[in-house]
Nanobody, 124 residues
Framework: QVQVVESGGGLVQAGGSLRLSCAASGRTFSMYGMGWFRQAPGKEREFVAA????????NYGDSVKGRFTISRENAKNIVYLQMNNLKPEDTAVYYC?????????????????WGQGTQVTVSS
């Protein structure tokens, strides 16, 4: 079993940057694909980014390509989401999740463990 806890959210002006962290417990962390999703008020949960178990493969939602970068450090059980050139439409609660799909996946239903989320607010 894996438990994940997000941190690093906050308030930032448009054009600014934030780095989210996801700390995971469990000795098998490296055997999980990891992903970030977000949910804005009144909207469905949206795929943001995913990384494979080795960190060698990544995938991004169209709305964040070129601005966000996902990475992981298996030795530290941490996944990062570097967010640059933030826009007001990036405002949402961001969730980290772990999936038994080693390659990482865009499908929320394929993730087995979820964190509680961290709020990101981008002001215009």
């Amino acid at each position: 079993q894996v438990q994940v806890v997000e941190s690093g959210g906050g308030l930032v002006q448009a054009g600014g940057s934030l780095r989210l962290s996801c700390a995971a417990s469990g000795r098998t962390f490296s055997m999980y694909g990891m992903g970030w999703f977000r949910q804005a008020p009144g909207k469905e949960r949206e795929f943001v980014a995913a990384v494979s178990w080795t960190g060698s493969n990544t995938n991004y939602g169209d709305s964040v390509k070129g601005r966000f970068t996902i990475s992981r450090e298996n030795a530290k059980n941490i996944v990062y989401l570097q967010m640059n050139n933030l826009k007001p439409e990036d405002t949402a609660v961001y969730y980290c999740a772990a999936s038994r799909v080693l390659a990482g996946t865009v499908v929320a239903a394929s993730y087995n463990y979820w964190g509680q989320g961290t709020q990101v607010t981008v002001s215009s």
